[in-house]
């Protein structure tokens, strides 16, 4: 009597621990796609900012910011110049005289109607005070000289804890050294790697 109370105190020990091993091996991967979900999700609203910002910061200048400080100083300060042109410029029977009028908006106020916040615009969600990396520059494209703009950050630097090689076992395509931006070095582009 007392060996078949062992054996099944034995036996219920161990299908707790079968169940718990079970509930261990479940629990990880859900939360890993669920976290990286959540932080990719942050990371690349904060992005779709910047690339906005910069969009506009390109309206101002005529070329992309090359740091954040840049973007931010060029967008509070900048203006836009709106030139309307009046008559037909293109028409060669105009008998009217063309005019053009010129006027100058604060940049500031687009970047409010955008909703865009300006301070803390660069720093990566979840990246511990870590900033995305930013290039800006002109290249030769189809022998035309074009402004480029890339912006991003690698995986590692937003996720934490799951910045492992060890959770690709969940996520084939996912990789901690692999970059989520927007942009091209190389070309005249704007779209997301997300996109």
């Known amino acids: 009597m ?5 054996f099944n105190a034995l036996m219920f020990l161990l299908i707790l621990f079968l169940g718990y091993v ?4 479940i629990r990880e991967p ?3 796609q669920r976290e990286k979900n959540r932080r990719e999700k942050a990371v690349i609203d904060k992005l779709i900012e910047i690339r906005k910002a910069q969009e506009l910061y390109r309206g101002v200048t005529g070329h992309f910011a090359k740091s954040f400080d840049e973007l931010k100083k060029g967008l509070e300060e900048g203006q836009f110049t709106v030139i309307q042109v009046y008559g037909d410029p293109d028409d060669p029977d105009n008998l009217q005289a ?15 109607k955008l909703g865009l916040k300006l301070d803390g615009l660069g720093k990566v969600p979840f990246g511990n005070g870590a900033e995305f990396e930013i290039y800006a520059d002109t290249v030769n494209y189809q022998q ?4 480029v703009v890339e912006v991003g950050a690698p995986y590692k630097v937003f996720m934490g804890e799951w910045a492992d090689k060890r959770f690709k076992k969940y996520d084939e395509q996912y990789d901690p050294n692999k970059y989520i931006k927007f942009g ?3 070309k005249p582009i704007l779209s997301g790697s997300w996109e």
């Open 30 to 32: 859900i939360a890993f």
């Open 184 to 186: 091209s070095r190389t």
């Open 144 to 147: 035309t000289l074009v402004d």
């Open 22 to 25: 079970l509930f261990a091996q």
């Open 98 to 112: 063309v005019t053009y009028d010129t006027t100058y908006l604060p940049a500031i106020d687009s970047v409010q």
């Open 2 to 6: 007392k060996k078949r109370t062992i």
